[in-house]
């Protein structure tokens, strides 16, 4: 191991504990493989656990050992996908029976759609023991067998003339507020389990 590769790895473990546990990014049929390795770098750089890539097309390998030798992956997401898990999907269906049966609940990254809950970025609940949060194709947007079984649907709140930002924007500013909530509720339950004395109040 060389010196870079060992000062890389003490990284690794130092903010190992600061990682959001069962936290999944999912994009659903991105069509720019750059896309995909810029979301990977958001997702390193903000303590996502994995990235779930649904890839209808097959522009990526199946192994993930394959994906981080891939240099266009490599270099986009600033070998980001070196040091990040990430599992590919045939089919939007095939990812979403893989996460339920994991307990998953998933999430859509939307605007208000009429019958589902529609909640505002930042106003959201994202502490959820298991949590998926899907974002979609550049410009399709999320399918509708995403928004059918998902818990509810989240948007960020523009205020300008132009109301869509590009998919590396988007993840970056959905993902950092989940995992500034999940990582404050990871302290307050780790608390609660040092002073258990302090009974639900603590543990809230």
Same mark, same amino acid.
């Given at each position: ?7 890389? =790895? ?12 069962? &936290? ?11 896309? #995909?390795?810029? %979301?990977?770098? +958001? %997702?390193?750089? &903000? ?5 779930? /890539?649904?890839?209808? =097309?097959? *522009? &990526? ?6 994906? =981080?030798? =891939?240099?266009?992956?490599? $270099?986009?997401? /600033?070998?980001? %996908? ?22 998953? /609940? ?26 998926? /949060?899907?974002? @979609? ?5 999320? *399918?509708? $067998? %995403?928004?059918?079984? *998902?818990?509810?649907?989240? *948007? !960020?709140?523009?205020?300008?003339? #132009?109301?869509?930002? +590009? &998919?590396? $924007?988007?993840? @970056? #500013? ?18 609660? !389990? ?11």
């Amino acid at each position: 191991m060389t010196q870079k590769e060992s000062t890389l =790895r003490q990284r690794a473990n130092a903010i190992k504990p600061y990682r959001c546990k069962n &936290l999944i990014a999912v994009i659903e049929n991105p069509m720019d493989i750059r896309n #995909i390795g810029t %979301v990977i770098r +958001n %997702v390193n750089a &903000l303590g996502v656990e994995k990235t779930y /890539v649904v890839d209808s =097309r097959g *522009s &990526l390998p199946d192994d993930w050992e394959q994906m =981080r030798e =891939r240099k266009s992956l490599a $270099t986009t997401s /600033v070998s980001a %996908v070196k040091w990040s898990f990430v599992k590919r999907f045939n089919s939007t269906e095939e990812c979403l029976a893989h996460l339920e049966k994991n307990r998953f /609940v998933s999430v859509a990254t939307s605007p208000h759609v009429k019958g589902k809950k529609n909640f505002i970025l930042h106003k959201a609940d994202y502490t959820q023991p298991k949590l998926a /949060v899907w974002f @979609g194709n550049e410009s399709r947007g999320i *399918s509708e $067998t %995403v928004i059918e079984r *998902s818990e509810c649907c989240i *948007s !960020i709140p523009m205020f300008g003339i #132009i109301e869509s930002l +590009n &998919l590396g $924007t988007t993840t @970056g #500013i959905v993902l950092y507020e989940i995992t500034k909530q999940r990582r404050a509720y990871q302290e307050t339950f780790k608390r609660a !389990i040092r002073n258990p004395r302090k009974g639900p109040e603590g543990a809230a």
